[in-house]
């Protein structure tokens, strides 16, 4: 059976490996004791739909289990590499985890290599061009094994659904015998689905990851900067707008949705990462890079402006915050708009109420210092609140009724940072504003 190293834990490396392990022997390597932990004991350190069960199911079948970095290993057929890619603090990709795993298989290569070259190490976390031939490329010179970047598509909130059935396979490597044995066991795994998969260099693999989360950032940029436009015009509706433009499959509806901006631990960081290498390469800054962080950077201050227009003075004020999380169905607060947006308000010294409903399984170490009343209940969390900031489009949220959210608020003002509840009837009772539509109006226009 082919036996396969995964070198990090996270999103990317925890979901790839009980996916995996339906069918191959996986060894999940991490630093961090407690999530290591925490996944042999069946206690999955993050949130993906259907994670927990592939994860028991992967225990129970004895094909997987989770070890530390420090521990001994005995030779790997396939190494995926999966460590994070973070932002040092002047936007430069931080590579320090990648260099580690590169400097332990070299150190420690008879752990981690089959004779004859024919370990095949396969990076997977987002880095810059370049990066994968300069750690890497030594164990091919060397012929100690080979190597490939494959880039990693998923997107949180779907990473099951996304690692079982991908877009499209990229596949980088130096030579055409090292691509037919990726493209081999891709052809295993996958058994005969027909996922495009597409073969290059290795540099223009490193490319195609990040000029892909630009675009999808820059569509986002894009929306919102129009649905700044749009809301200044009364009676335009900016998701009728996005209707009528991305019916146009030269454009697409997808990532055109207006918004609070986007977050998360890949696109505000691949954005900025990319600036610096374009400036690094060029020794000019790419401009519409620029200009899509400086956009996305603007946006959770857009909600504090609406706040401000209803309630002036904000200091007392009680606000309450539905969703933490970047995006619906992870427990991911990493460059989440909430925080920014909890920052702001705690500087204006507000009193800030919080519910999510993945509260339970989040780190909130990073919003504790801004004295944030924590609630797993909805309706507690909006109890006597001055407003309501509406920030993450759970389903939990767009099902509640309008009538019994605000029942009990002290002030009945809801600002939908998501639109979720546009499409649903406004109690005449309550002020509802939403980013991308002229907020004067106190209901959506009905067309039907
Ligand atoms: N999260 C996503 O949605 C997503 C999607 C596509 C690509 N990516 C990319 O994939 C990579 C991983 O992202 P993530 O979100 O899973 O990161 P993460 O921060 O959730 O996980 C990274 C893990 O690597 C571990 N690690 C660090 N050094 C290690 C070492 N020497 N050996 C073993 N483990 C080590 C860390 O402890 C951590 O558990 C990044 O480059 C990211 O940009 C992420």
């Known amino acids: 059976m082919v036996k396969i190293g995964i070198f990090g834990a996270g999103y990317v490396g925890l979901s790839t490996a009980v996916c995996l392990a339906e069918k191959y022997d996986i060894t999940l390597i991490d630093i961090d004791p407690e999530k290591v932990g925490s996944i042999n004991n069946n206690r999955s350190p993050i949130f993906e739909k259907d994670l927990d069960d592939l994860l028991n199911s992967a225990l129970k079948n004895k094909k997987f289990e989770a070890r530390l970095f420090s521990d001994k290993f005995s030779p790997f057929d396939l190494i995926f590499i999966t460590v994070g890619t973070p932002s040092e603090s002047d936007g430069y990709i931080d590579l320090q985890y990648v260099r580690n795993v590169s400097k332990a298989l070299l150190y420690r290569k008879e752990e981690f290599f089959l004779s004859n070259q024919q370990t095949l190490i396969v990076l997977r976390s987002t880095v810059i061009p370049g990066t994968t031939n300069q750690f890497f490329k030594l164990f091919e010179t060397k012929r100690l094994a080979r190597i490939a970047f494959s880039p990693e598509f998923l997107a949180q909130g779907t990473a099951i659904h996304d690692t079982l059935f991908p877009r499209r396979i990229i596949l980088g490597t130096n030579d055409k015998e090292t691509s037919m044995t990726l493209k081999e066991f891709y052809f295993d795994f996958y058994n005969k689905k027909k996922i495009p998969l597409f073969t290059m260099t290795i540099e223009s693999a490193e490319f195609t990851k990040y000029i892909a989360n630009a675009f999808l950032a820059m569509k986002i940029s894009f929306v919102n900067e129009m649905a700044d436009l749009v809301e200044k015009v009364a009676n335009a509706e900016i998701d009728d707008i996005i209707q009528g433009v991305g019916s146009d499959p030269r454009i697409s509806p997808h990532f055109l949705r207006a918004g609070i901006g986007f977050g998360g631990s890949c696109f505000p960081k691949d954005v900025q990462a990319l600036i610096r290498f374009g400036e690094n390469i060029s020794a000019e800054t790419p401009s519409i890079l620029s200009s899509v962080l400086k956009v996305n950077e603007n946006r959770p201050f857009r909600l504090i402006k609406l706040l ?141």
Not at 383 to 391: M, N, P, T
Not at 412 to 435: A, E, S
């Open 308 to 448: 401000r227009e209803e309630l002036g003075d904000l200091n007392g004020k009680k606000i309450a915050i539905l969703g933490l999380a970047f995006k619906p169905g992870t427990n991911d607060i990493r460059e989440a708009p909430s925080l920014r947006i909890i920052q702001a308000l705690w500087r204006a010294g507000t009193l800030i109420k919080v519910h999510d409903p993945l509260i339970p399984r989040m780190n909130l170490q990073s919003y504790s210092r801004f004295s944030v009343e924590v609630h797993h209940n909805i309706l507690d969390c909006v109890r006597g609140a001055d407003a309501c900031l509406l920030l993450t489009e759970w389903s939990e949220y767009a099902e509640t009724n309008l009538e019994d959210l605000t029942k009990e608020m002290n002030k009945k003002i809801i600002i939908d940072g998501r639109r979720i509840f546009l499409k649903t009837n406004i109690p005449t009772n309550v002020r509802y504003i939403t980013i991308g539509n002229p907020h004067n109006r106190f209901t959506p226009i009905n067309h039907t």
